[in-house]
């Protein structure tokens, strides 16, 4: 049995997909067959035996038949395949809805299982929250914190911003000296890319001496006012 895909590398969807061929062949011809194929975009053949992934793909199969009978309560976590999916515009809508966790910038289904079990479940919470949370570092719920801080306050108002704390070797500490004709920039996000939300600008001037003067107002609110 072969199946053609235009991928140029197998992945475990096809021989889930094989498995589930085979089984239906099985009961038309009255015999399994030992070995399904992959025949790839670049025409590359990838062949497997169906025994050795059989016993799995029935259960995974046998798993998805008792969630569709009787489904369990479910909720959208973001994942990779987001951004391909048909839901994600319904899903993105629940996240909005229910002030999700899943609309910090940057924050992982970890830190979101990290603070749910210390109660703190919306992005307003962690922008109030003050710590500690089990496991997870201080340094992290204090971004977490801040980049929550930024999203609800931006809810409300103009973007607003917060100094972030000179650490040598990092961020400005890596640019070049500053002369008094150029202006350093940074472009960060203050919401996740793929909806485009409001942008803060850093800004660096000044001369050699003043390499510590950091200018972040008149650069606030510049992208929005362009739309
Ligand atoms: S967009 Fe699709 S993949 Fe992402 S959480 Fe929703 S249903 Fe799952």
Request: glycine share 8%; charged share 25%.
């Amino acid at each position: 049995m072969a199946d053609t895909k235009l991928k140029r590398k197998p992945a475990p969807g096809h021989v889930l997909q094989l498995v589930l061929y085979s089984d239906l062949v099985t009961q038309i011809q009255d015999l399994a067959p030992e070995y399904a194929h992959v025949v790839l975009g670049n025409r590359e053949r990838f062949s497997f035996r169906l025994a050795e992934y059989a016993a799995y793909a029935r259960g995974a199969r046998e798993r998805l038949e008792k969630f569709v009978i009787d489904p369990p309560t479910t909720r959208p976590i973001p994942c990779s395949t987001c951004d391909l999916c048909r839901w994600r515009e319904h899903c993105s809508g629940i996240w909005r809805e229910e002030d999700s966790l899943f609309e910090v910038a940057g924050i992982t289904k970890v830190q979101v299982a990290k603070l749910e079990a210390e109660g703190i479940s919306t992005l307003q919470a962690l922008s109030e929250f003050g710590g500690p949370v089990r496991h997870m570092a201080t340094e992290t719920l204090g971004k977490l914190n801040a980049q929550s801080r930024l999203q609800q306050d931006r809810k409300s108002g103009s973007p607003s911003y917060e100094l972030r704390t000179r650490q040598p070797g990092k961020g400005f500490d890596l640019l070049p000296r500053p002369i008094a004709v150029i202006c350093f920039m940074t472009l960060r996000e203050t919401h996740t890319t793929k909806r485009m939300g409001p942008m803060a600008w850093n800004t660096c001037t000044g001369s050699g001496t003043e390499r510590n003067s950091l200018h972040f107002g008149p650069m606030i609110g510049w992208r929005k006012d362009r739309r």
